[in-house]
Structures are given as structure tokens and as C-alpha cells.
């Protein structure tokens, strides 16, 4: 642990700041002379912007100080008649290392178990058995034919969740080690906590289930990182690697301490949703869609957990066709169905007793011990646009064209689209002779916004792969494929942390003081190999799915004059990407998402998500995503809210009114109605309904520290991070200073079908100091810097 975490952490949230090591918004040099004869756009004196002296740069370079340039519009300093880029006076933001403490994971001290080798040995055949013991169920499942349809709401739901070819052996691994724990706590009588935490004391190599160790891999010090993650890290090469466990801030609460769901006289999750997240729509005007769209696709970059399915690859079918409980005999052990009371409003008319809901997979554990469940990440944990390259070497074999550095597309009417994905019929419009679209992340095809993403940055892949060939024509294809991987993984890192993260965190102030601030020039020093950069399961199961509560009702279609002439209603859409054939989608979709606004990030839902998700049009309704979510985090064993106010730095409440710093008396109202006490409050809809203090973005408190300590770790623990120098996957300086071009409109410009206008910063809606302009007014990269000789 940090001596920074150590201080931090106890003295909480309120002695935060007392962390921040430097200031890194420094003086700017004095703007430039003017130059005899023609005057540049440098030239222009710019005034100073909150005390600090600034400089005239291209927009996106200004993008963390929009509030002060809001205010400021006098800031902008484009000067058309010398160059038509858009550009604002802002302060350079150079230094490094200044991030506080980021959270450490809570320590685990215990008791030390002695278990004798036989008796272990013993145990650990149980949970071998406990393996078989399921095939055998779900032979019988298989016989009886109860697994999921084609056509149903759950088998749409499933296929976003179904673990990959690598995946799902991983599932059953992991089970033997978790079984065997159980075992463990019912022979040797523990108590829950020693269940699941002391048994991390006994190891599993010396066992029967020794083969549940993921070994590690041999590295070597590479210029490219591996498609799997592995090998960032070289003294924890596995630490990012896909197809491992999450991490976690608190050890799990788990009704047995091992495994089993955190459920225990808690209040139906349906219940909890529809009185605490009433489907209600509020817009946010503040923002552009483009967050939502952007967030998740940067959520299937970094997680996917997938759940159990039965050996044969079907899916688990826990409630019969017509919505009532399976027979106890049909009912899979793995299965957690969101129950639907009798009086629930939406559900009631189509007689919904029973959705389908599967326990996640869990992890063989990373430390090779008996201990409680982890579950799996089936993609690499870091930033490296995994869902365009795949997660593993298998995935990534089959996107690559071979030839130039490409990867492969689909060449449709003169548009290249995502390649086709022959091995998979489960697209609704496959009976239609429709195909289902391949990427590196199995989700593509969820919803219309996230498949025009996956298309633009896939493009964006071999254009960056044409150019990089034509400054070096003697590059081959496998030289040309990495170095454009490195560079669009580059483009994407900083539009995450320059674009991105101001918007979601608020400008500079959080940013700042988690170090995530990308600088204006010079390297970041700061990589530190001690730091734990997976992803936390807080994160992926609760804070990060902040984004659900910004889904709109429906995608605009929008010409390039900015009027809306159709609508893609998301209710309707699900698992169905092919409006992308037609030709002018593509690019009516990305001026929408660049123009709408997105529903507010808070407490209420659209009901496309409540009640509609995943509706297929053979059904009348879909499942309630939000309650879903809650759900999750119980299967996951996530403690309750109140937990994770104690390690934010908040007061733990005692009472229900002690809530009332951070949630309206209504909301506790509803809580207090829904909960015995504030230990069993679920995290999810608890820190959707924080206040927010508009100066920090849009999120809560809790989810505000969480998210931008999740981004720390996944800046601070990559090697390969885009501004990171002196290792051995760094940019040279004049090639990173191209890359700090780059912005996601550019990124829309040069890889629509024919977007001609757009405006610098597509989080930020339309103004006068972010105005639509022609792509000509967007800054792009030159490859020059890459020339070899
Ligand atoms: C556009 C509409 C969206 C749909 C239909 C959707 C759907 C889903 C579904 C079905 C799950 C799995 C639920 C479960 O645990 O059973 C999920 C998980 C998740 N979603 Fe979304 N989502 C959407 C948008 C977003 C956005 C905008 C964000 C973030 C900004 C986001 C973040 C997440 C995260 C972090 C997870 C957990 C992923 C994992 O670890 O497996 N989602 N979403």
C-alpha cells in the first residue's frame, strides 16, 4: 500500500485534498511574438482565464476548461482568415504525479487455517463433484428441452451475456474452487467471515484442483501490448489479463461469506426499483448523447462478466415460456430469477411471474487459494480497445484481414461496414437473411448507437493502417497492424481522459486531483507497477452503469443540417443492428448522438430499459434492466451502500434520517419504506440518487470518487498508457504530440459515410464557442512522425 493510501484512506474524503502533491496547471509561455509579416493565429494576445495565462489552442486542447470558457467566450481565438481550426486560449497543463491516494483495496488480515493435505484433498473432490454433479442436472435439462429459445426476451438477453469459447471452461474452474470453500466452511464450522476470508489462507496447488491455477505467462519487454492484457505488468503479468476476476474495494457480503447471493430477507429488487426509480424521463441539456453512447462503449473496452450457460452453449432457462417458475426438477442451481409480485403494475397485465436471471461466472481465484467468489471479466481489464481487437489472440485472429494491416470489413454498397459473424444467427432479422455484425466484443450488436461506434473506430483502424503504409511503404502487414493498433488505442485513451472525463468528473477540479488530467505536452512520469489496474467489481456492477440512466427512448436520425427526420426507438431495436445497411444511417445516427441530448444521469429510467429490455417482436415485453442491476450487485455479493460510505470518507448512517447529506427526505422516505435498516440499502440505486453538486459533473458522491478512481488505476497501472514515456511501448515525443490532436470529432469527420460539420468537443452540445463547423475546422494527425528512414 501507498504511504499516500495508508494516510489517505483512514482520514476519509474530507482530508482528500490534503493529498494533492503539486499543482499541475503551471504558467504557460508567454504567447508567442508576433511574427513579421503574416500574423498566425498564435499572434493574438489572449487574455488570461481564471488568474492563469493562457494560450491559443486547438479546442480540444481546451476541452477541461469548458465551465471557465463558457463564461469567457471572449476566449476564443480562431483566426479564420490564416487557418480555419477552432481554436480557444487555455492554460497548458503539464506535471504528473498528483493524483491523491487512490483507494486500496481493504486489507484482509485473519486468522491463519491449518487443514490437513488428505482432508483438503477430500474437500477438494467435493467441489470437483459438485461439477459433475451440475452436468448431470443439465443433461436432464437438455433432454427436457429446457433451455432458451431463439425469439424470447431471455434468450436476447442472454446472448449479451454469454461467455466466450475461452470463457466458459474458466466458469466451471472457478465453481470447483468456490464449492470446495463451502465445503471448507461446513466441515471445519466457520464463521462467514472466515469462510471467505481465511480459507484465502490455504492454497490450491497442492490439491486436486491444482489445475484451476492460472499459471503465469513467460514475458518479454515488447513495443506492442498482447491482445489479452497479459504482460503489462511484468511482476504481475496476469494483473489486466481477460478471463480473469475482477477486483474489489470491500471483501464481498455474501449471505454465507462464500458465495451465496446477498439476498437473505432483503426486499424484492423488482419492488426496490419501481419505488425508488419510478420510470419517469428528464433531460439533460448540458450534454450530448454522445456521453451515453461513448460510456458504454468504453464500459465494453474495460468489463464483461459473463453468466453460466449449459455445456452444450445454450442458455440457462429458469422460468418456462409463459413467465412462471421452472419445476423444481427443470430448475438450474445457477439459476437467480427476479422474482414479480403479484401487484406489480407493468408485469401484471401479461401475467409475469418469473424473468430469467443467471448467477455470473466466477473466477478460478488470481492467488490460487480457497476464498470467496470472484467473478470473471471475460475482456482485458485495461483501456485497449479490446472491443475493436478482441481479448484474446483466438478473437483477434479472426477480425484481421492479413493484408496491409487491416482488419477485415464487409464491403456493402460501397461502405465498409463490420464484418459479418457467420458462426452466429442470433440477430433478430436472421430469419430475413440478415447477419449479425463481428467485432472484438461479443455486445456489437445490442443497440443501433453502440454498432455505429464499434463501425466508426474498426474504420478508423484501416485508415490509420492506409496512412501509417503510405509513410512507410516497406512495413508488413503484421508491423502496420500492430503500430495502428498502438496508435488507435492512443486516440482513444486521450479522448477518454481529455474529452470524455471532464464531462462525466466536471472539468478539472476531481480530474486534478486524481491525476487524470492529460497534459498539453511532455510525457506522463507517473506509471506505477504497484498499483492494481483491474477493474473493480463496484465499478462494473453498480457506479459505472451510471450510464443506463442516461439512455434516451430513442436514437434521432439527423441530416447534415442539422434536422431530425427519423427515429430509431430503442424498445424496438434491441439485438437488431441492420437499419446499418441502409445508406444514409450511419451518419444520421452519429449527428444524432453528436446533437440530442441524453435523459439525465440520476435516479429515473426510460421505461425501454424498466420494462421493454430486450423485447423481441415476438413478445409484448422485455426485463427491467435497473432491478437487474440491483440484482447483480447481490449475486455479487456487493455490501450494502452504507459500507462504501465509510470508505468515501462519509459518516455511516445509523439511522435512515443520518442519510439526509446527500439524499432528499423523499428518497429516504422510500428507503426507509423498502429497507429494515441502512445496512441492507443496495448500492446501485443509492448512488444513482446522491445528490449531485453540478461542479463535479454528473455523478454522486460515491460514484463521482469511484469512477475516477477506477480511471486513475487504468492510467496509473499502464504500462503502455498513451502518455506514459520511457518504456518500451512509448510514443517518441512528436508523435505523441500528434496524437494529442486527435478528438472524437475528428475521429466522426474523417470516418462517416459523408459527415461534412460537426462541432470540437461532441460531448458538449452546440454554442457559440463550440459551434457546428465544416470537418475542415477539425485538427487531424500527420503520420509524418512515424516516417522511418
Ligand atoms: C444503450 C443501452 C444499454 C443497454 C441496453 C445496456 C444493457 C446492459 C446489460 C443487459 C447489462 C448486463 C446486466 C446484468 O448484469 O445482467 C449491462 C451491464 C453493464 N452496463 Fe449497460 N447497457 C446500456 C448502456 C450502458 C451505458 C451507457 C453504460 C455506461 C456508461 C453502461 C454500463 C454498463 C456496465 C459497466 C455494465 C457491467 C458490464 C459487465 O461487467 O459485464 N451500459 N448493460
Redesign the pocket.
Given at each position: 500500500m501507498y504511504w499516500k493510501e495508508k494516510f489517505c484512506l483512514p482520514l476519509g474524503y474530507v482530508l482528500w485534498f490534503c493529498c494533492a502533491v503539486t499543482s499541475i496547471i503551471v504558467p504557460a509561455q508567454s504567447p508567442q511574438p508576433i511574427h513579421s509579416g503574416r500574423p498566425t493565429p498564435m499572434s493574438r494576445q489572449c487574455p488570461s482565464l481564471v488568474n492563469f495565462p493562457t494560450q491559443c489552442r486547438i479546442m480540444a486542447q481546451c476541452s477541461v476548461w469548458w465551465a471557465e470558457l463558457v463564461k469567457s467566450p471572449q476566449s476564443v481565438c480562431t483566426n479564420q482568415v490564416e487557418s480555419p481550426l477552432w481554436r480557444a486560449c487555455c492554460p497548458a497543463i503539464v506535471g504528473g504525479r498528483n493524483r491523491i491516494g487512490v483507494m486500496s483495496e481493504q486489507s484482509l488480515d485473519s486468522e491463519i487455517l491449518t487443514v490437513s493435505s488428505p482432508e483438503l484433498a477430500r474437500i477438494s473432490k467435493f467441489g470437483q463433484s459438485e461439477v459433475g454433479r451440475v452436468a448431470g442436472i443439465e443433461a436432464r435439462l437438455l433432454e427436457h428441452k429446457a433451455f432458451l429459445m431463439p425469439g424470447s426476451t431471455a434468450f436476447a438477453?442472454f446472448i449479451?451475456?454469454k461467455p466466450s469459447d475461452e470463457a466458459a471452461p474458466l466458469g466451471e474452474q472457478g465453481l470447483m474452487v468456490t464449492r470446495s470453500t463451502q465445503k471448507l466452511k461446513e466441515v471445519m464450522r466457520l464463521s462467514n467471515e472466515a469462510a471467505g476470508i481465511a480459507t484465502q489462507t490455504l492454497s490450491v496447488k497442492d490439491t486436486p484442483l491444482a489445475g484451476t491455477c492460472i499459471p503465469d505467462p513467460t514475458c518479454r519487454t515488447s513495443k506492442y501490448r498482447t491482445i489479452d492484457g497479459s504482460c503489462n505488468n511484468l511482476k504481475s503479468p496476469l494483473m489486466g489479463r481477460s478471463n480473469t476476476q475482477l477486483g474489489r474495494y470491500l471483501a464481498p457480503d455474501y449471505d454465507d461469506g462464500v458465495w451465496e447471493s446477498r439476498d437473505k430477507g432483503m426486499p424484492n429488487s423488482r419492488t426496490v426499483r419501481t419505488v425508488l426509480a419510478p420510470d419517469h424521463d428528464r433531460v439533460q441539456r448540458d450534454v450530448t448523447l454522445m456521453l451515453?453512447?461513448f460510456?458504454?462503449f468504453?464500459?465494453?473496452d474495460i468489463?464483461?462478466?459473463?453468466?453460466f450457460q449449459l455445456a452444450n452453449g445454450s442458455g440457462i432457462s429458469c422460468c418456462t415460456p409463459d413467465n412462471k417458475h421452472q419445476s423444481w426438477e427443470l430448475r438450474h442451481p445457477h439459476c437467480f430469477t427476479l422474482d414479480i409480485l403479484p401487484g406489480d403494475a407493468f408485469y401484471r397485465q401479461f401475467r409475469v411471474e418469473c424473468i430469467n436471471?443467471v448467477r455470473?461466472m466466477v473466477a478460478p481465484r488470481s492467488d490460487c487459494t480457497f476464498g470467496y467468489a470472484e467473478q470473471l471479466?471475460q475482456v482485458t481489464h485495461w483501456h485497449d480497445a479490446s472491443t475493436i481487437y478482441g481479448s484474446t489472440q483466438f478473437q483477434s485472429d479472426i477480425l484481421r484481414e492479413r493484408k496491409g494491416g487491416r482488419m477485415k470489413t464487409f464491403s456493402y454498397q460501397n461502405r465498409q461496414l463490420l464484418p459479418l459473424d457467420w458462426k452466429n444467427n442470433d440477430c433478430i432479422g436472421f430469419e430475413k437473411g440478415l447477419r449479425c455484425f463481428l467485432s472484438g466484443d461479443s455486445r456489437v450488436n445490442?443497440?443501433i448507437?453502440?454498432t455505429v461506434m464499434q463501425t466508426v473506430w474498426h474504420r478508423e483502424h484501416n485508415r490509420v493502417a492506409g496512412e501509417l503504409a503510405r509513410v512507410n511503404p516497406r512495413w508488413d502487414d503484421e508491423k502496420l497492424f500492430q503500430e495502428a493498433r498502438r496508435v488507435v488505442i492512443a486516440e482513444l485513451q486521450h479522448i477518454t481522459y481529455n474529452e470524455y472525463l471532464p464531462v462525466l468528473l466536471g472539468s478539472r477540479p476531481v480530474m486534478e486531483a486524481y491525476g487524470l488530467l492529460p497534459r498539453t505536452s511532455g510525457f506522463f512520469t507517473g506509471y506505477n507497477d504497484t498499483v492494481n489496474g483491474n477493474?473493480f467489481n463496484e465499478?462494473?456492477?453498480a457506479a459505472?452503469?451510471?450510464?443506463?440512466s442516461?439512455?434516451s427512448h430513442w436514437f434521432e436520425l439527423v441530416d447534415d443540417n442539422g434536422a431530425t427526420y427519423d427515429r430509431l426507438h430503442?424498445k424496438d431495436w434491441?439485438n437488431n443492428p441492420h437499419p446499418l445497411l441502409k445508406a444514409d444511417v450511419l451518419d444520421g445516427v452519429m449527428r444524432g448522438l453528436t446533437i440530442s441530448n441524453p435523459e439525465a444521469s440520476d435516479e429515473l429510467f426510460v421505461s425501454d430499459?424498466t420494462n421493454m429490455?430486450?423485447k423481441t417482436p415476438e413478445s409484448k415485453h422485455g426485463g427491467d434492466?435497473i432491478a437487474?442491476?440491483i440484482?447483480?450487485g447481490r449475486d455479487h455479493g456487493l455490501p450494502g451502500y452504507n459500507a462504501y460510505r465509510g470508505l468515501f470518507g462519509l459518516r455511516k448512517a445509523k439511522t435512515f434520517s443520518e442519510l439526509n447529506d446527500l439524499f432528499t427526505p423523499e428518497t429516504i422516505d422510500k428507503m426507509a419504506s423498502l429497507y429494515k435498516s441502512p445496512e441492507e440499502i443496495d448500492l446501485y440505486l443509492a448512488g444513482m440518487s446522491e445528490k449531485v453538486d453540478s461542479s463535479s459533473g454528473i455523478l454522486g458522491h460515491t460514484f463521482l470518487h469511484m469512477v475516477a478512481d477506477q480511471f486513475a488505476r487504468l492510467k496509473e497501472a499502464d504500462r503502455y498508457f498513451y502518455e506514459t514515456g520511457d518504456q518500451s511501448g512509448s510514443f517518441t515525443i512528436d508523435q505523441l504530440n500528434e496524437i494529442r490532436k486527435s478528438s472524437l470529432a475528428m475521429i466522426f469527420c474523417l470516418n462517416s459515410d459523408g459527415i461534412k460539420n460537426i462541432q470540437p468537443l461532441t460531448f458538449r452540445p452546440l454554442s457559440d464557442i463550440n459551434p457546428r463547423l465544416p470537418c475542415s475546422a477539425i485538427p487531424t494527425i500527420s503520420f509524418a512522425p512515424w516516417r522511418e528512414p
Open positions: 438477453y449479451n451475456m451515453m453512447q460510456g458504454q468504453i464500459d465494453h468489463t464483461h462478466v459473463p453468466v436471471f455470473s471479466n445490442q443497440l448507437g453502440l477493474v465499478f462494473s456492477t459505472y452503469r451510471y450510464g443506463h442516461m439512455v430503442v434491441f430499459l429490455l430486450f434492466l437487474f442491476n440484482w447483480r
